[in-house]
C-alpha cells in the first residue's frame, strides 16, 4: 500500500550531534584552505581546471553540505533493493535513537567530492549492510574485495552538479589504487595522491565524532 511505501526513510544513517558537525566542518574548510597552497597540489592543478598554472580556491569549488551524516542504508521511500529488510533488522529496531562514536580516520578531495572516511567498529559494522560494496563493483573494480565498510564516509561537499553518492564511489575507488607515498606532512597528517585529482589524508589523530543514529525522510 501508499502508507507502506512512504513509511520508509530515504536513508538511515548516523547523524553527526550539532557541535560537532561544527568541528568537522571547520576542519575540512581548513584542510582545503591549506591544500590548494601546497606545491605538490599546484603540480596537479590541472586535475581540477583542465590547464596547468589556473588557480582553484577548493572552499569555492565544493558546495558543502548542511546535515553531516554517514548513510548506512539508502532505501529510496522503500524503492532500493533490501530496503524493507534492513528496517526490519532487529539491530536497527534497537539501535535507532541511540548515540554512537564515529571514528573518521581520513579526509579525501577529488575534483568532485570531499569527504571524511569513517572507520566503523564491530559494532557499528552490525548497521552496515554487507553487500554495499559488492554493488559498486560494476563501476569500480576491486571495491567487492575491500573489507565490509569500507565504503562508510560523511559527504562535506559536492562539486557544482555532483550528486552526493558519488563521494563513496570516489572514497572505494581511492582504496581499490595502490597507495603513494605520502608527499607532504601536514600538521593533521599524512597527504597522498592516487592521481586524476585524488587526495586523501590520513589523520594522526582519527577525530572522535558523536552521531545519533536514525532515518531522513526529506
Ligand atoms: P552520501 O551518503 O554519499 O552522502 P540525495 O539527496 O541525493 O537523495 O541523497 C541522500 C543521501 O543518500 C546522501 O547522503 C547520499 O550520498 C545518499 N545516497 C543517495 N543515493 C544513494 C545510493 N544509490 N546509494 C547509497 N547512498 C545514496
Not at 35 to 48: G, M, P
Not at 135 to 153: D, F, K, M, N, Q
Request: glycine content about 8%; aromatic content about 10%.
Amino acid at each position: 500500500s501508499l502508507l507502506e511505501e512512504t513509511s520508509l526513510p530515504l536513508y538511515f544513517g548516523w547523524f553527526l550531534l550539532s557541535s560537532v558537525q561544527v568541528k568537522v566542518g571547520c576542519t575540512a574548510m581548513d584542510f582545503l584552505k591549506t591544500l590548494d597552497t601546497l606545491e605538490v597540489f599546484k603540480k596537479h592543478i590541472a586535475d581540477f581546471t583542465g590547464e596547468a598554472e589556473k588557480e582553484v580556491d577548493l572552499e569555492q569549488y565544493f558546495e558543502t553540505k548542511e546535515t553531516l551524516h554517514c548513510t548506512t542504508k539508502f532505501c529510496n521511500y522503500g524503492k532500493a533493493d533490501g530496503a524493507k529488510e534492513y528496517a526490519k533488522n532487529p539491530v536497527v529496531k534497537k539501535s535507532y535513537g541511540s548515540v554512537f562514536s564515529l571514528s573518521l580516520t581520513a579526509l579525501f578531495v577529488t575534483p568532485r567530492t570531499v569527504g571524511a572516511r569513517v572507520s566503523l567498529t564491530e559494532e557499528q559494522l552490525q548497521l552496515w549492510p554487507a553487500d554495499t560494496e559488492k554493488e559498486s563493483e560494476v563501476g569500480i573494480p576491486g571495491s567487492a574485495s575491500l573489507p565490509v565498510g569500507s565504503r562508510a564516509h560523511i559527504t562535506l561537499g559536492c562539486a557544482a552538479g555532483v550528486e552526493p553518492i558519488q563521494t563513496g564511489l570516489d572514497l572505494l575507488q581511492i582504496l581499490t589504487l595502490p597507495e603513494g607515498e605520502a608527499l607532504e606532512e601536514m600538521e593533521l597528517g599524512s597527504l597522498r595522491y592516487y592521481g586524476e585529482g585524488r587526495w586523501m589524508l590520513s589523520l594522526r589523530e582519527p577525530i572522535c565524532a558523536a552521531a545519533c543514529f536514525s532515518s531522513f525522510y526529506g
